[in-house]
């Protein structure tokens, strides 16, 4: 009897030796997210993405070792609408965030608040835009007054006289040459006391602290925001004088804001090269968080994801910064990497937007889906078992009543144009009422040519209205408010209403 009890005890105890060997050999199942947002970054402005001007290799290897987006956009060409849509998983409508200064009401739920009831330690590093005191389901948050609070008690070394330094920014107020920093100056700090190495080292301070626990982690850097942060070791990298100035055509005239107006051909160059100089300045604090995951032993078991929050115009269509529906300024970077899980160096095409990263995220950790998100997981895309994933994507900037849709080969943009672009963008011409914009993305990619008034392009006009219409009859919490018309303009017009109400003109 006791033979057969210690021939049993033996085999179970070969049989969970067996099981845990298979464990460890098994690849970590992906547990942690580390979440890297740039302010107003490009897609153009990266080295993957095809810009052999600019050095970003964190942001490249990061691409090498993951899934890169070609064709991701986001849901509102300004920072706040699209940081709480993308964190809700809702359009900007729906979210309840269309305006700069909105706060991000309480009642929605945020992909932090869904995955802290499943354990999840999370934090909020930089930016997010929140326009309120709530923690939105963030544990940690550390923002710009802990980083003033760090220099109070690390107070840095003086910059020498001789390095001259950008001045504090102050836009509208200056001329658009000095807050657009035209100069490319740096700031008046060294690497190690400058507002972005600060995040990463936060970052990573958070990470060595949970290396044990699931984590979701976000971390907002300010760059390459206006006025294009960087420290006094970055400063000379691009001069203005080798810049590419990008051109626009005569349709572009009608839309270009006075703070622009007077700018020379120089300052606007000087402008794109302190961008450029920015974004290399947070490629650095991207590869410290980076070097952080490998070092801490978190590459198998840690979804990486990183994000321009939005594009940028640097003089595309004659313009800077970004609250239009060009293709610089909705276009944005996407990149997905999670080694040993999801395929790595590969270049998704078909379109996507930012709505689609929760239910992305939530599906790669094997989490429920967050029943509020409106988007549609990416993960059949990543791990390459379909390469149909939208027929359209959809963005709005309500500021100005606008919004867009984007099909693979047509863009629609519809604003009431009642006003002036607001916003500090004022154009000085008169309000342009309802206007149309449709371009042939296809045959004109640069979008220089409004096909709307055109006989032929009737057809393929209400087409894309009635998509547009469809989408927000489909998504917007007050659709039902909205009496459906035979006139489109007269629903689209209501729809682009700000739920909010309307922006102060004086908001910056």
């Not at 550390?142 to 003086?158: D, G, H, S, V």
């Not at 976000?218 to 051109?247: A, T």
């Not at 449709?438 to 032929?456: R, S």
């Amino acid at each position: 009897m006791n033979f057969r009890i210690e021939r049993l005890c033996l085999s179970l105890f070969l049989l969970l030796a067996a099981c845990a060997n298979s464990r460890e050999n098994a690849p970590d199942e992906i547990r942690n997210i580390v979440f890297i947002i740039g302010d107003d970054h490009a897609a153009y402005a990266i080295g993957a993405y095809g810009n052999r001007d600019i050095h970003t290799p964190n942001l490249d290897r990061l691409a090498n070792a993951g899934v890169m987006f070609r064709s991701a956009y986001a849901n509102a060409p300004v920072c706040s609408a699209s940081r709480q849509s993308l964190l809700t998983g809702r359009y900007p409508h729906a979210a309840g965030v269309t305006l700069l200064r909105t706060p991000l009401p309480d009642s929605q739920i945020t992909v932090a608040e869904h995955l802290k009831t499943f354990g999840y330690h999370t934090a909020a590093i930089g930016k997010m835009h929140f326009n309120n005191q709530l923690s939105h389901g963030f544990d940690t948050l550390i923002e710009r007054k802990a980083y003033q609070k760090y220099l109070e008690a690390n107070p840095p070394a003086p910059v020498p006289d001789s390095i001259a330094v950008r001045p504090p920014w102050h836009p509208f107020r200056d001329h658009a040459r000095v807050w657009l920093n035209s100069e490319a100056l740096p700031s008046a700090y060294a690497d190690k006391d400058d507002i972005g190495t600060f995040y990463a080292h936060e970052a990573n301070k958070f990470m060595e602290a949970n290396k044990d626990n699931p984590f979701c982690m976000w971390v907002g850097f300010h760059e390459p925001h206006s006025p294009f942060n960087f420290p006094v070791e970055f400063r000379n990298r691009f001069q203005g004088k080798d810049m590419k100035l990008p051109q626009g055509t005569e349709e572009d005239d009608q839309w270009i804001p006075e703070v622009f107006a007077d700018l020379t051909d120089e300052e606007k160059k000087g402008i794109i090269a302190a961008y450029y100089t920015s974004v290399e300045y947070l490629d650095k604090n991207v590869g410290i968080i980076l070097d952080q995951i490998e070092s801490l032993g978190l590459v198998r078991n840690t979804m990486i994801v990183y994000i321009g929050d939005h594009g940028y115009l640097l003089n595309h269509h004659k313009r800077f910064e970004k609250h239009m529906m060009w293709e610089p300024a909705v276009h944005a970077p996407m990149i997905i990497c999670a080694p040993g899980h999801f395929p790595s160096g590969i270049v998704i095409d078909p379109l996507v937007e930012f709505v689609d990263l929760v239910p992305t995220l939530l599906e790669g950790l094997g989490k429920p889906p967050m029943e509020t998100a409106q988007g549609k997981s990416m993960m059949p895309l990543i791990m390459q078992k379909s390469s149909l994933h939208k027929d359209y994507i959809f963005s709005e900037f309500l500021s100005d009543n606008k919004a867009m849709v984007r099909t693979k080969e047509w863009k629609y943009i519809f604003s009431t144009g009642k006003r002036d672009l607001g916003q500090g963008y004022a154009t000085g011409n008169p309000p342009p009422g309802i206007t149309h914009r449709l371009y042939d993305l296809a045959a004109d990619p640069n979008e220089t040519t409004n096909l709307a008034g055109k006989p032929d392009y009737q057809g393929v006009l209400g087409e894309m209205q009635n998509i547009m219409i469809s989408h927000f009859r489909r998504t917007h919490p007050n659709a039902a408010n909205v009496p459906e018309s035979d006139s489109a303009e007269t629903e689209l017009a209501a729809f682009c209403e700000p739920p909010e109400g309307d922006e102060d003109p004086d908001t910056r």
